[in-house]
């Protein structure tokens, strides 16, 4: 298995401009989550997907974010617009939610730094 | 309040000791999971150790050895025969009652060096 999948691995932009952050879940797993990880403020849950509906998505800062699964195989996180205190390590994971712990596989994330 | 609590924010051990990184927790659902990762310098987080709050008996998987002590709130991870590669940030990380996935939440994490 490839393990999660997150695209691309390195966003540079520009304030005000538009990201799209990608990943593809490991196959038969039906929970999804986006986490961002800073210096300051550690990793943080944003949003949680299971069988594609969002589930919790309190951990959103504001109405500049926004995530979508229209499918059970892929996921995108959107900013728009981006501001520079957007600059952070997005990662996404996956879990088989079921009998057992749930364990979280995570992506090797989606370094993006707003200029 | 802090669900999550690590009190050592770096640490150091000598190679081929054993090391204890802290973690405390804060819940009051009877039912709840304790998690530990690893994130080395190139960023990936890494799967250590799993701990039920059922389970009778402490995790343990390979070096890595979980202190379950469920009265105190404590889930410590210990590493027995360090090695260089241990090198890396440690995090706790908690998930609260049956609702998968929810209230999933992770500790500040432990920088642990390991020294040759």
């Known amino acids: 298995d490839a393990g999660v999948i997150q695209s691309p691995r390195h966003e540079v932009t520009e304030m005000g401009q538009e990201v799209t952050l990608r990943c593809k879940p490991i196959?038969?797993?039906?929970?999804l989550f986006w986490y961002r990880q800073t210096m300051m403020r550690g990793l943080e849950l944003l949003i949680y997907?299971?069988?594609?509906?969002?589930?919790?998505d309190s951990g959103m800062p504001e109405d500049r974010f926004s995530a979508k699964m229209p499918n059970a195989s892929f996921s995108t996180l959107k900013i728009q617009p981006s501001e520079p205190r957007d600059s952070a390590v997005y990662f996404c994971?996956?879990?088989?939610?079921?009998?057992?712990?749930?364990?979280?596989?995570f992506g090797p994330g989606t370094r993006l730094t707003v200029l | 309040a802090q669900k999550i609590t690590q009190t050592q924010p770096g640490m150091f051990v000598q190679e081929k000791e054993a090391v204890t990184l802290d973690c405390t927790y804060d819940?009051?659902?009877?039912?709840?999971?304790l998690f530990w990762y690893k994130q080395p310098s190139s960023g990936e987080m890494i799967f250590l150790i799993y701990?039920?709050?059922?389970?009778?008996q402490n995790a343990t998987e390979g070096r890595y050895s979980l202190n379950f002590q469920k009265a105190r709130k404590s889930a410590n991870l210990v590493i027995s025969a360090s090695q260089l590669g241990d090198s890396a940030m440690y995090f706790c990380?908690?998930?609260?009652?049956?609702?998968?996935?929810?209230?999933?939440?992770f500790g500040p994490g432990t920088r642990l060096s390991v020294l040759p």
């Open positions: 994971a996956s879990s088989f939610e079921g009998a057992g712990y749930n364990e979280q596989f």
């Open positions: 196959s038969g797993h039906n929970s």
């Open positions: 997907f299971n069988n594609n509906v969002p589930i919790d």
């Open positions: 819940t009051s659902d009877p039912s709840y999971g």
């Open positions: 701990q039920g709050s059922y389970d009778q």
């Open positions: 990380a908690m998930r609260e009652g049956d609702n998968y996935g929810q209230n999933f939440v």
